[in-house]
Protein backbone atom coordinates (compact mmCIF):
# COMPACT_ATOMS: atom_id res chain seq x y z
CA UNK A 1 0.00 0.00 0.00
CA UNK A 2 1.25 3.49 -0.78
CA UNK A 3 1.00 6.25 1.29
CA UNK A 4 -0.13 10.24 0.23
CA UNK A 5 3.58 10.72 -0.86
CA UNK A 6 3.63 7.91 -3.21
CA UNK A 7 6.11 5.74 -0.63
CA UNK A 8 5.60 2.07 -0.29
CA UNK A 9 3.92 0.87 3.04
CA UNK A 10 3.95 -2.31 4.70
CA UNK A 11 0.70 -1.39 6.18
CA UNK A 12 -2.42 -3.63 5.64
CA UNK A 13 -5.53 -2.24 6.15
CA UNK A 14 -6.99 1.18 4.91
CA UNK A 15 -7.68 2.49 7.82
CA UNK A 16 -4.51 2.59 9.03
CA UNK A 17 -2.88 3.88 5.69
CA UNK A 18 -5.62 6.83 6.38
CA UNK A 19 -4.32 7.23 10.23
CA UNK A 20 -0.38 7.03 9.22
CA UNK A 21 -1.31 10.04 6.41
CA UNK A 22 -2.49 11.72 8.79
CA UNK A 23 -0.18 11.70 11.11
CA UNK A 24 2.51 12.63 8.32
CA UNK A 25 0.78 15.32 7.41
CA UNK A 26 0.15 16.46 10.65
CA UNK A 27 3.96 15.67 11.55
CA UNK A 28 5.05 18.21 8.66
CA UNK A 29 2.70 21.09 9.56
CA UNK A 30 4.01 20.92 13.29
CA UNK A 31 0.11 19.86 14.38
CA UNK A 32 -0.60 19.03 17.72
CA UNK A 33 -2.34 16.33 16.66
CA UNK A 34 0.35 13.99 15.74
CA UNK A 35 0.68 12.05 18.53
CA UNK A 36 -2.56 11.49 18.28
CA UNK A 37 -2.93 10.44 14.81
CA UNK A 38 0.27 8.19 15.45
CA UNK A 39 -1.35 6.41 18.23
CA UNK A 40 -4.31 5.45 16.16
CA UNK A 41 -2.05 3.98 13.27
CA UNK A 42 -0.15 1.77 15.79
CA UNK A 43 -3.51 1.05 17.51
CA UNK A 44 -5.25 -0.14 13.68
CA UNK A 45 -1.72 -1.80 12.88
CA UNK A 46 0.00 -3.11 16.15
CA UNK A 47 3.44 -3.98 14.47
CA UNK A 48 4.13 -1.33 11.62
CA UNK A 49 7.62 -1.05 12.46
CA UNK A 50 7.81 2.17 10.56
CA UNK A 51 5.60 3.47 13.19
CA UNK A 52 7.04 2.89 16.41
CA UNK A 53 10.10 3.77 14.94
CA UNK A 54 9.05 7.50 14.03
CA UNK A 55 7.09 7.49 17.29
CA UNK A 56 10.73 6.82 18.86
CA UNK A 57 12.55 9.63 16.81
CA UNK A 58 9.23 11.91 17.90
CA UNK A 59 10.52 10.93 21.68
CA UNK A 60 14.07 11.97 21.08
CA UNK A 61 13.66 14.92 19.60
CA UNK A 62 11.56 15.95 22.47
CA UNK A 63 15.44 16.21 23.75
CA UNK A 64 14.00 15.17 27.62
CA UNK A 65 16.53 12.47 29.27
CA UNK A 66 13.15 10.89 30.81
CA UNK A 67 11.65 10.17 27.63
CA UNK A 68 14.48 8.03 26.40
CA UNK A 69 13.48 5.39 27.94
CA UNK A 70 10.37 5.39 26.40
CA UNK A 71 11.89 5.89 23.03
CA UNK A 72 14.13 3.13 23.66
CA UNK A 73 10.95 0.65 24.17
CA UNK A 74 9.45 2.19 20.29
CA UNK A 75 12.83 1.24 19.19
CA UNK A 76 12.58 -2.22 20.84
CA UNK A 77 8.70 -2.68 19.33
CA UNK A 78 10.23 -2.03 16.49
CA UNK A 79 12.88 -4.82 16.41
CA UNK A 80 10.25 -6.99 17.10
CA UNK A 81 7.74 -5.94 14.40
CA UNK A 82 11.01 -6.30 12.27
CA UNK A 83 11.15 -10.00 13.38
CA UNK A 84 7.20 -10.23 13.07
CA UNK A 85 7.24 -9.89 9.67
CA UNK A 86 9.45 -8.68 6.75
CA UNK A 87 10.02 -4.68 6.16
CA UNK A 88 10.64 -2.78 3.16
CA UNK A 89 14.46 -1.14 2.75
CA UNK A 90 13.02 1.95 3.40
CA UNK A 91 11.84 1.15 6.27
CA UNK A 92 15.15 -0.59 7.66
CA UNK A 93 16.44 2.79 6.50
CA UNK A 94 14.59 4.74 9.07
CA UNK A 95 15.17 1.97 12.13
CA UNK A 96 19.13 2.33 11.34
CA UNK A 97 18.86 5.95 11.72
CA UNK A 98 16.97 5.55 14.50
CA UNK A 99 19.82 2.44 16.09
CA UNK A 100 22.88 5.16 15.83
CA UNK A 101 20.72 8.21 16.73
CA UNK A 102 19.83 6.38 20.16
CA UNK A 103 23.65 5.74 20.53
CA UNK A 104 24.09 9.55 20.72
CA UNK A 105 25.03 9.87 16.71
CA UNK A 106 22.32 12.18 15.59
CA UNK A 107 24.96 12.99 12.77
CA UNK A 108 25.54 9.26 11.78
CA UNK A 109 21.74 8.95 11.70
CA UNK A 110 21.77 11.64 8.59
CA UNK A 111 23.36 9.02 6.10
CA UNK A 112 20.69 6.30 6.93
CA UNK A 113 18.05 9.42 5.84
CA UNK A 114 20.25 10.00 3.07
CA UNK A 115 20.23 6.44 1.68
CA UNK A 116 16.43 6.69 2.12
CA UNK A 117 16.14 9.90 0.28
CA UNK A 118 18.40 8.25 -2.29
CA UNK A 119 16.10 5.60 -3.24
CA UNK A 120 12.91 7.33 -3.02
CA UNK A 121 13.53 11.72 -3.67
CA UNK A 122 10.08 12.43 -2.42
CA UNK A 123 9.66 10.87 0.66
CA UNK A 124 8.95 13.89 2.51
CA UNK A 125 8.50 12.35 5.68
CA UNK A 126 12.59 10.86 5.23
CA UNK A 127 13.24 14.63 4.35
CA UNK A 128 11.63 16.00 7.31
CA UNK A 129 13.32 14.18 9.62
CA UNK A 130 16.69 14.57 8.14
CA UNK A 131 15.78 18.09 8.22
CA UNK A 132 15.32 18.07 11.69
CA UNK A 133 18.36 16.50 13.00
CA UNK A 134 20.21 18.70 11.09
CA UNK A 135 18.37 21.85 12.59
CA UNK A 136 19.70 20.45 16.03
CA UNK A 137 22.80 19.71 15.11
CA UNK A 138 23.58 22.78 13.28
CA UNK A 139 23.86 21.93 10.09
CA UNK A 140 22.60 24.45 7.93
CA UNK A 141 24.39 23.73 4.61
CA UNK A 142 23.94 20.24 4.50
CA UNK A 143 20.28 21.22 5.18
CA UNK A 144 20.11 23.08 2.34
CA UNK A 145 22.14 20.59 0.37
CA UNK A 146 19.83 18.16 1.34
CA UNK A 147 16.51 19.87 0.02
CA UNK A 148 17.75 20.82 -3.35
CA UNK A 149 19.39 17.27 -3.74
CA UNK A 150 15.64 16.19 -3.75
CA UNK A 151 13.99 19.31 -4.84
CA UNK A 152 13.67 18.54 -8.74
CA UNK A 153 12.03 15.43 -7.82
CA UNK A 154 8.96 17.47 -7.05
CA UNK A 155 6.25 19.01 -8.99
CA UNK A 156 3.44 21.44 -7.56
CA UNK A 157 1.04 18.13 -7.51
CA UNK A 158 2.90 16.53 -4.84
CA UNK A 159 1.29 16.59 -1.47
CA UNK A 160 4.55 17.21 0.05
CA UNK A 161 5.63 19.53 -2.52
CA UNK A 162 4.93 22.89 0.08
CA UNK A 163 6.14 21.43 3.11
CA UNK A 164 9.05 20.72 1.05
CA UNK A 165 9.45 24.18 0.01
CA UNK A 166 9.03 25.76 3.31
CA UNK A 167 12.28 23.57 4.32
CA UNK A 168 13.60 24.97 1.87
CA UNK A 169 12.76 28.32 2.92
CA UNK A 170 14.31 27.87 6.34
CA UNK A 171 17.45 26.37 4.80
CA UNK A 172 17.90 29.71 2.31
CA UNK A 173 17.74 31.78 5.40
CA UNK A 174 19.85 30.04 7.27
CA UNK A 175 22.71 30.28 4.67
CA UNK A 176 22.29 33.84 3.72
CA UNK A 177 20.21 33.70 0.95
CA UNK A 178 16.77 36.17 1.65
CA UNK A 179 15.28 36.79 -1.02
CA UNK A 180 15.24 33.41 -2.18
CA UNK A 181 13.79 32.21 1.02
CA UNK A 182 11.17 35.00 1.45
CA UNK A 183 10.02 33.43 -2.05
CA UNK A 184 9.91 29.92 -1.24
CA UNK A 185 7.89 30.87 2.13
CA UNK A 186 5.22 32.42 0.43
CA UNK A 187 4.99 29.92 -2.10
CA UNK A 188 4.76 27.80 0.54
CA UNK A 189 2.05 28.65 1.99
CA UNK A 190 0.25 29.21 -1.02
CA UNK A 191 0.59 25.17 -1.54
CA UNK A 192 0.43 24.25 1.98
CA UNK A 193 -1.67 27.13 4.14
CA UNK A 194 -1.06 24.98 7.59
CA UNK A 195 2.72 25.26 6.96
CA UNK A 196 3.64 26.82 9.89
CA UNK A 197 7.12 25.85 9.13
CA UNK A 198 7.54 27.82 6.21
CA UNK A 199 5.49 30.98 7.68
CA UNK A 200 7.83 31.11 10.25
CA UNK A 201 11.16 30.97 7.75
CA UNK A 202 9.60 33.78 6.20
CA UNK A 203 9.84 35.71 9.57
CA UNK A 204 13.58 34.30 9.85
CA UNK A 205 13.90 36.57 6.89
CA UNK A 206 12.85 39.89 8.54
CA UNK A 207 14.33 39.66 11.43
CA UNK A 208 17.59 39.31 9.60
CA UNK A 209 16.89 41.80 7.25
CA UNK A 210 16.26 44.48 10.10
CA UNK A 211 12.35 44.80 8.70
CA UNK A 212 10.72 44.17 12.25
CA UNK A 213 7.82 46.20 10.92
CA UNK A 214 7.61 44.17 7.76
CA UNK A 215 7.71 41.13 10.42
CA UNK A 216 4.79 41.59 12.00
CA UNK A 217 2.92 42.83 8.69
CA UNK A 218 4.06 39.47 7.21
CA UNK A 219 2.35 37.64 10.69
CA UNK A 220 -0.71 40.24 10.93
CA UNK A 221 -3.86 38.23 9.42
CA UNK A 222 -1.79 35.05 8.96
CA UNK A 223 -2.68 33.39 12.84
CA UNK A 224 -4.65 30.83 11.45
CA UNK A 225 -1.27 29.39 9.81
CA UNK A 226 0.10 28.45 13.28
CA UNK A 227 -3.09 28.48 15.26
CA UNK A 228 -2.95 24.44 15.00
CA UNK A 229 0.15 23.64 15.95
CA UNK A 230 1.98 22.02 18.92
CA UNK A 231 4.25 24.08 20.99
CA UNK A 232 5.47 25.86 17.88
CA UNK A 233 2.77 28.22 18.48
CA UNK A 234 5.19 29.63 20.95
CA UNK A 235 7.74 29.91 19.30
CA UNK A 236 5.68 31.87 15.95
CA UNK A 237 4.65 34.46 18.99
CA UNK A 238 8.14 34.50 20.10
CA UNK A 239 9.20 35.71 16.62
CA UNK A 240 6.22 38.72 16.92
CA UNK A 241 7.81 39.64 20.30
CA UNK A 242 11.30 39.78 19.02
CA UNK A 243 9.99 41.90 16.16
CA UNK A 244 8.11 44.38 19.00
CA UNK A 245 11.10 44.27 20.74
CA UNK A 246 12.85 45.80 17.58
CA UNK A 247 10.88 48.74 17.76
CA UNK A 248 10.89 49.72 21.72
CA UNK A 249 7.54 48.51 21.84
CA UNK A 250 8.19 47.09 25.53
CA UNK A 251 4.54 46.59 26.61
CA UNK A 252 3.51 44.73 23.71
CA UNK A 253 6.26 42.17 24.21
CA UNK A 254 5.45 41.69 27.85
CA UNK A 255 1.64 41.10 26.66
CA UNK A 256 2.79 38.53 24.24
CA UNK A 257 5.20 36.91 26.98
CA UNK A 258 2.73 36.47 29.19
CA UNK A 259 -0.37 35.83 27.26
CA UNK A 260 0.91 33.80 24.24
CA UNK A 261 4.62 32.53 24.91
CA UNK A 262 4.52 31.82 28.52
CA UNK A 263 0.79 31.72 28.92
CA UNK A 264 0.99 27.49 29.97
CA UNK A 265 4.24 26.65 32.04
CA UNK A 266 5.53 23.63 29.67
CA UNK A 267 8.98 22.37 30.89
CA UNK A 268 9.42 21.83 27.29
CA UNK A 269 12.81 23.31 26.25
CA UNK A 270 12.10 24.63 23.71
CA UNK A 271 9.21 26.73 25.28
CA UNK A 272 12.10 27.61 27.97
CA UNK A 273 14.51 28.54 25.36
CA UNK A 274 12.09 31.25 23.78
CA UNK A 275 11.39 32.29 27.10
CA UNK A 276 14.70 32.54 28.76
CA UNK A 277 16.19 34.22 25.63
CA UNK A 278 12.93 36.90 25.41
CA UNK A 279 13.53 38.14 28.86
CA UNK A 280 17.74 38.39 28.48
CA UNK A 281 16.91 40.44 25.32
CA UNK A 282 14.65 42.76 27.81
CA UNK A 283 17.08 42.92 30.35
CA UNK A 284 19.95 43.90 27.97
CA UNK A 285 17.72 46.91 27.27
CA UNK A 286 17.09 47.50 30.73
CA UNK A 287 13.89 46.16 30.84
CA UNK A 288 12.32 45.45 34.61
CA UNK A 289 11.54 41.81 33.95
CA UNK A 290 9.85 40.74 37.23
CA UNK A 291 9.73 37.79 38.68
CA UNK A 292 9.31 35.92 35.41
CA UNK A 293 12.58 34.22 35.62
CA UNK A 294 11.49 32.25 39.09
CA UNK A 295 9.28 29.76 37.43
CA UNK A 296 11.77 29.05 34.34
CA UNK A 297 14.70 28.93 36.75
CA UNK A 298 12.71 26.00 38.92
CA UNK A 299 12.08 24.35 35.50
CA UNK A 300 15.65 24.87 34.54
CA UNK A 301 16.76 23.63 38.06
CA UNK A 302 15.53 20.01 37.49
CA UNK A 303 17.23 19.40 34.33
CA UNK A 304 20.94 20.10 35.63
CA UNK A 305 21.54 16.63 34.65
CA UNK A 306 19.64 16.09 31.05
CA UNK A 307 22.52 16.27 29.00
CA UNK A 308 20.77 15.71 25.97
CA UNK A 309 21.12 18.87 23.67
CA UNK A 310 23.79 21.67 24.52
CA UNK A 311 21.19 24.12 22.63
CA UNK A 312 18.93 23.14 25.54
CA UNK A 313 21.46 23.24 28.08
CA UNK A 314 22.34 27.03 27.60
CA UNK A 315 18.98 28.11 27.83
CA UNK A 316 18.54 26.13 31.11
CA UNK A 317 22.17 28.39 32.38
CA UNK A 318 20.01 31.59 30.89
CA UNK A 319 17.10 30.41 33.37
CA UNK A 320 19.33 29.68 36.12
CA UNK A 321 21.86 32.93 35.79
CA UNK A 322 18.53 35.01 35.59
CA UNK A 323 16.96 34.12 38.84
CA UNK A 324 21.12 33.73 40.71
CA UNK A 325 20.55 29.57 41.29
CA UNK A 326 23.89 29.16 42.76
CA UNK A 327 23.62 25.76 43.35
CA UNK A 328 22.10 24.65 40.31
CA UNK A 329 24.71 26.56 38.55
CA UNK A 330 27.67 24.94 39.73
CA UNK A 331 25.86 21.32 39.32
CA UNK A 332 25.04 22.41 35.33
CA UNK A 333 28.52 23.09 35.36
CA UNK A 334 30.06 20.40 36.80
CA UNK A 335 27.89 18.08 34.82
CA UNK A 336 28.67 19.78 31.47
CA UNK A 337 32.35 19.43 32.27
CA UNK A 338 31.78 15.83 32.90
CA UNK A 339 30.25 15.18 29.69
CA UNK A 340 33.32 16.83 28.21
CA UNK A 341 35.54 14.60 29.53
CA UNK A 342 33.76 11.59 28.40
CA UNK A 343 32.97 13.10 24.76
CA UNK A 344 31.97 10.15 22.97
CA UNK A 345 28.55 11.17 21.60
CA UNK A 346 27.54 13.88 19.33
CA UNK A 347 25.86 15.82 22.12
CA UNK A 348 28.85 15.43 24.62
CA UNK A 349 31.41 16.65 22.14
CA UNK A 350 29.38 19.76 21.99
CA UNK A 351 29.42 20.26 25.17
CA UNK A 352 32.89 20.40 25.18
CA UNK A 353 32.88 22.80 22.09
CA UNK A 354 30.96 25.25 22.40
CA UNK A 355 28.98 24.48 25.08
CA UNK A 356 31.38 24.77 28.26
CA UNK A 357 33.37 28.18 27.34
CA UNK A 358 29.49 29.17 25.98
CA UNK A 359 28.28 28.22 29.43
CA UNK A 360 30.60 29.61 31.83
CA UNK A 361 30.45 33.11 29.81
CA UNK A 362 26.79 33.25 31.02
CA UNK A 363 28.19 32.14 34.80
CA UNK A 364 30.26 35.29 34.87
CA UNK A 365 27.74 37.27 32.85
CA UNK A 366 25.26 37.00 35.97
CA UNK A 367 28.05 37.71 38.37
CA UNK A 368 29.36 40.93 36.52
CA UNK A 369 32.64 39.23 36.04
CA UNK A 370 32.08 40.97 31.77
CA UNK A 371 35.88 40.28 31.23
CA UNK A 372 35.57 37.01 31.95
CA UNK A 373 31.73 36.69 30.40
CA UNK A 374 33.16 38.04 27.13
CA UNK A 375 36.53 36.19 26.86
CA UNK A 376 34.36 32.61 27.00
CA UNK A 377 31.42 33.98 25.26
CA UNK A 378 33.78 34.81 22.39
CA UNK A 379 35.54 31.72 22.65
CA UNK A 380 32.56 30.04 22.28
CA UNK A 381 31.30 32.09 19.37
CA UNK A 382 33.29 30.37 16.26
CA UNK A 383 31.63 27.20 16.76
CA UNK A 384 27.94 28.35 18.42
CA UNK A 385 26.52 26.98 14.97
CA UNK A 386 27.41 23.08 16.96
CA UNK A 387 25.14 23.91 19.20
CA UNK A 388 22.30 23.97 17.01
CA UNK A 389 19.14 26.22 16.52
CA UNK A 390 18.64 28.64 14.37
CA UNK A 391 20.59 32.47 13.75
CA UNK A 392 17.79 34.03 15.51
CA UNK A 393 17.96 31.65 18.50
CA UNK A 394 21.53 32.02 18.71
CA UNK A 395 21.85 35.87 18.64
CA UNK A 396 21.00 36.27 22.16
CA UNK A 397 24.40 34.96 23.04
CA UNK A 398 25.55 37.16 20.69
CA UNK A 399 23.98 39.77 22.20
CA UNK A 400 25.47 38.77 25.47
CA UNK A 401 28.91 38.45 23.69
CA UNK A 402 28.42 42.13 22.49
CA UNK A 403 27.26 43.59 26.09
CA UNK A 404 29.79 41.78 27.61
CA UNK A 405 32.68 43.56 26.06
CA UNK A 406 30.75 47.16 26.05
CA UNK A 407 30.31 46.77 29.80
CA UNK A 408 34.07 45.38 30.28
CA UNK A 409 35.62 48.40 28.22
CA UNK A 410 36.68 46.06 25.46
CA UNK A 411 34.84 48.54 22.82
CA UNK A 412 37.46 47.37 19.50
CA UNK A 413 36.48 44.02 20.39
CA UNK A 414 32.69 44.60 21.16
CA UNK A 415 32.73 46.38 18.09
CA UNK A 416 33.90 43.61 15.69
CA UNK A 417 31.18 41.40 16.75
CA UNK A 418 29.13 43.79 16.32
CA UNK A 419 30.51 44.13 12.79
CA UNK A 420 29.86 40.27 12.20
CA UNK A 421 26.64 40.56 13.52
CA UNK A 422 25.67 43.32 11.36
CA UNK A 423 27.24 41.73 8.15
CA UNK A 424 25.54 38.59 8.65
CA UNK A 425 21.93 41.15 7.93
CA UNK A 426 23.25 42.02 4.47
CA UNK A 427 24.76 45.25 6.10
CA UNK A 428 21.36 46.37 7.85
CA UNK A 429 21.35 47.64 11.24
CA UNK A 430 18.12 46.87 13.60
CA UNK A 431 17.32 48.22 16.80
CA UNK A 432 20.01 46.29 18.84
CA UNK A 433 22.92 47.21 16.65
CA UNK A 434 21.87 51.11 16.60
CA UNK A 435 21.83 50.90 20.19
CA UNK A 436 25.45 49.37 20.53
CA UNK A 437 26.95 51.48 18.11
CA UNK A 438 25.46 54.63 20.29
CA UNK A 439 27.36 52.76 23.70
CA UNK A 440 30.54 52.17 21.80
CA UNK A 441 30.53 55.82 20.34
CA UNK A 442 30.03 57.14 24.03
CA UNK A 443 32.30 54.70 25.22
CA UNK A 444 35.01 56.16 23.60
CA UNK A 445 33.91 59.97 24.24
CA UNK A 446 34.50 58.83 27.93
CA UNK A 447 37.99 57.35 26.93
CA UNK A 448 38.99 60.30 25.63
CA UNK A 449 37.69 62.54 28.48
CA UNK A 450 39.88 60.11 30.66
CA UNK A 451 37.86 57.22 31.57
CA UNK A 452 40.18 53.69 31.59
CA UNK A 453 37.47 52.28 28.98
CA UNK A 454 39.41 50.62 26.59
CA UNK A 455 39.03 51.93 23.14
Known amino acids: MQDIFGQETTLTTTAALDRWNKTQLAFLAHGAGTPVHLAETLTAEPDFALGHTVKAMFYILLGRKELFATAQEAC ?23 RVWMQGHPKAALHHFEAALAQNPTDTLAMKLDHAVRFVVGDNVGMRRMIESVMPSYDNTHPGYGYLLGC ?17 GRKALLLAPDDAWGLHAVAHVHDMTADAAGGIKWLAGRENAWAHCNNFRYHVWWHKALM ?16 KIRNDKTDDYRDISNATSLLSRLELEGVNVGSRWEELADLAANRTEDGCLIFADL ?27 EGRTDMQKAMADPGLAAAAGLEAFGEARFEAAFANLAKAHGNLQ ?9 DVFERLTIDSGIRAGLLNQAETFLAQRTARRNGRIDGYAAARQWLIAEGRRAAGAGSHVVA
Open 76 to 98: ETAQAAQRARPISTREQHFLEAL
Open 168 to 184: HAFALEETGDYHAAQVA
Open 244 to 259: HLDLGEIDIVLDLYDQ
Open 315 to 341: HYMLALVGDNRDTAIASMMGRLHKDAR
Open 386 to 394: EAGGSHAQR
